[in-house]
T-cell receptor
């Protein structure tokens, strides 16, 4: 157990629907990052939150949004889902400038049918 | 841009040594990480380099040359369980986000 908790582990939904992925960071970590990993693709950075505020944005679609709550857990909202959104979505957390980089959660596998 | 390049696939034999290379754009460099990722699982931290030279950790070593924008991960005494993807990731100044390469899929054969 890495200490980063993601739920649900698997999600199957239809095109056009909306889903919410949840992440609880490791205790003491203030930063949360969301990454998308499609089949045979690298980890694509979506967005970072630090202590409740958005800090960096990557290639995140307008249909996607995220937030970090006062208890530091984060949610990634994906709407108007398309087949191409099927992927593994990882959440990671870190302390600033860590020599260990990130600690990753086990991911949510999203399948859009 | 912040392109990070590594080979797509490599194969090796059990007990052998393999070197996985990674090149990156040097501007704003502030640390390089190697992660291991088994299929469908979370990436796990292997090593960190921020200064030039070799960092050794058991069977795994990682090397960095900042002037050349180059790193490699060296895996010795390969075991079947080392079959996985190996991800090179770079952190740049003014951000603590990591930019990942597409990963190198290593297959170890008996």
């Amino acid at each position: 157990d890495s200490g980063v908790t993601q739920t649900p582990k698997h999600l199957i939904t239809a095109t056009g629907q909306r889903v919410t992925l949840r992440c609880s960071p490791r205790s003491g970590d203030l930063s949360v990052y969301w990454y998308q990993q499609s089949l045979d693709q690298g980890l694509q950075f979506l967005i970072q939150y630090y202590n409740g505020e958005e800090r960096a944005k990557g290639n995140i679609l307008e249909r996607f949004s995220a937030q970090q709550f006062p208890d530091l857990h984060s949610e990634l909202n994906l709407s108007s889902l398309e087949l191409g959104d099927s992927a593994l979505y990882f959440c990671a957390s870190s302390v600033d400038d860590s020599h260990y980089g990130y600690t990753f959660g086990s991911g949510t596998r999203l399948t859009v049918v | 841009g912040q392109n990070i390049d590594q080979p797509t696939e490599m194969t090796a034999t059990e007990g052998a040594i393999v070197q996985i290379n990674c090149t990156y754009q040097t501007s704003g460099f502030n640390g390089l990480f190697w992660y291991q990722q088994h299929a469908g699982e979370a990436p796990t931290f292997l090593s960190y380099n921020v200064l030039d030279g070799l960092e050794e950790k058991g069977r795994f070593s990682s090397f960095l040359s900042r002037s050349k924008g180059y790193s490699y991960l060296l895996l010795k005494e390969l075991q079947m369980k080392d079959s996985a993807s190996y991800l090179c990731a770079v952190r740049f100044y003014n951000t603590d986000k990591l930019i990942f390469g597409t990963g190198t899929r290593l297959q170890v054969f008996p």
